[in-house]
C-alpha cells in the first residue's frame, strides 16, 4: 500500500487515543474529536506523501512529509477530488475540531459518536484500497 510509514504510524497513535478515550474517558469529546480529525489527517497526508514519489501523479495529489503551510486545506482538496461526499464529511470533521480545540461549546457524544462511526468506516476502506 502506498502510505508513508511514519506518518501513517502517527496516525495509528491518533487513533488508538481516540479508542482509548472513547472507552476510558467517554465525557472527553472534545479532545477525542480532535484526536480523530488528526488520525485522519494524518493518514490522507501519508498517502499524498507517497503519492509524490509518482512523478505520473497530479500536483494536487501530492505532499511533502514536511509540509505544513495549506497542508490541510490540501488533504480536503485531495479527498473532495477523489470523492464529493468523503469531502464535505471531511470538512464537517475539520468543522469539528475547530470546535473542539477552540470554542466554549462542547463537542456533543452524539456528534463523536456519529463521526467515529463514518471514519472508522472510511478508514478501513481507505487503508485497503489505496
Same mark, same amino acid.
Given at each position: 500500500?502506498?502510505?508513508?510509514?511514519?506518518?501513517? /504510524?502517527?496516525?495509528?497513535? #491518533? @487513533?488508538?487515543?481516540?479508542?482509548?478515550?472513547?472507552?476510558?474517558?467517554?465525557?472527553?469529546?472534545?479532545? /477525542?474529536?480532535?484526536?480523530? $480529525? $488528526? !488520525?485522519?489527517?494524518?493518514?490522507?497526508? !501519508?498517502?499524498?506523501?507517497?503519492?509524490?514519489?509518482?512523478?505520473?501523479?497530479?500536483?494536487?495529489?501530492?505532499? !511533502?512529509?514536511? /509540509?505544513?503551510?495549506? !497542508?490541510?486545506?490540501?488533504?480536503?482538496? $485531495?479527498?473532495?477530488?477523489? #470523492?464529493?461526499?468523503?469531502?464535505?464529511?471531511?470538512?464537517?470533521?475539520?468543522?469539528?475540531?475547530?470546535?473542539?480545540? $477552540?470554542?466554549?461549546?462542547?463537542?456533543?457524544?452524539?456528534?463523536?459518536?456519529? #463521526?467515529?462511526?463514518? @471514519? /472508522?468506516? @472510511?478508514?478501513?476502506?481507505?487503508?485497503?484500497?489505496?
Amino acid at each position: 500500500m502506498a502510505f508513508d510509514e511514519n506518518l501513517k /504510524a502517527k496516525s495509528e497513535k #491518533n @487513533w488508538h487515543c481516540v479508542e482509548l478515550l472513547r472507552e476510558h474517558q467517554p465525557k472527553h469529546f472534545d479532545v /477525542a474529536t480532535s484526536r480523530l $480529525y $488528526y !488520525s485522519i489527517f494524518l493518514l490522507i497526508k !501519508s498517502h499524498m506523501v507517497e503519492n509524490a514519489k509518482d512523478k505520473s501523479k497530479p500536483e494536487t495529489f501530492t505532499m !511533502s512529509a514536511t /509540509a505544513t503551510t495549506g !497542508s490541510h486545506k490540501l488533504t480536503l482538496k $485531495y479527498i473532495t477530488d477523489l #470523492n464529493q461526499n468523503e469531502g464535505r464529511q471531511l470538512r464537517d470533521l475539520s468543522d469539528l475540531r475547530n470546535i473542539a480545540d $477552540y470554542e466554549p461549546k462542547p463537542v456533543t457524544k452524539e456528534e463523536f459518536e456519529r #463521526n467515529f462511526k463514518i @471514519w /472508522a468506516v @472510511w478508514k478501513k476502506k481507505f487503508l485497503s484500497t489505496h
